[in-house]
């Protein structure tokens, strides 16, 4: 079991990214989705979070209105796009499987999310 967070990189402030997170091993469709970030010498914190069928999304208040999560199950992938970016959100972002299929109350917290995804560094330049 294995997933797998690219498309970091280097972008400006305002600028726009797309992050994969794809699966191997186990079928990601299978589960809600999410993805969290941890900026230097900070905490983990949860980004956003999508269900099996992409119907229902859920957005920290930081990002709300600037990412999209999205699903496409039939490349077992789930994307995060990112625009408008600030400083701010520089960090190694995170992807994981979440414990089921829907997103209950404690969507947020990292400790119900099963599988962790190697991470993908964004910087984010001012």
């Known amino acids: 079991v294995q997933l797998q967070a690219s498309g970091g990189g280097l972008v400006q402030t305002g600028g726009s990214l797309r992050l994969s997170c794809t699966a191997s091993?186990?079928?990601?469709?299978?589960?809600?989705t999410g993805w969290f970030r941890q900026a230097p010498g900070k905490e983990r914190e949860f980004v956003s979070a999508?269900?099996?069928?992409?119907?229902?999304?859920r957005y920290s208040d930081s990002v709300k209105g600037r990412f999209a999560i999205s699903r496409d199950n039939t490349k077992n992938t789930v994307y995060l796009q990112m625009n408008s970016l600030r400083p701010e959100d520089t960090a190694v972002y995170f992807c994981?499987?979440?414990?089921?299929?829907?997103?209950?109350?404690?969507?947020?917290?990292?400790?119900?999310?099963?599988?962790w995804g190697v991470g993908t560094l964004v910087t984010v330049s001012s």
């Open positions: 994981a499987s979440y414990q089921y299929p829907y997103l209950d109350g404690s969507y947020y917290s990292e400790e119900l999310y099963t599988y």
């Open positions: 091993g186990f079928t990601l469709s299978n589960y809600a």
């Open positions: 999508i269900i099996w069928s992409g119907t229902v999304t």
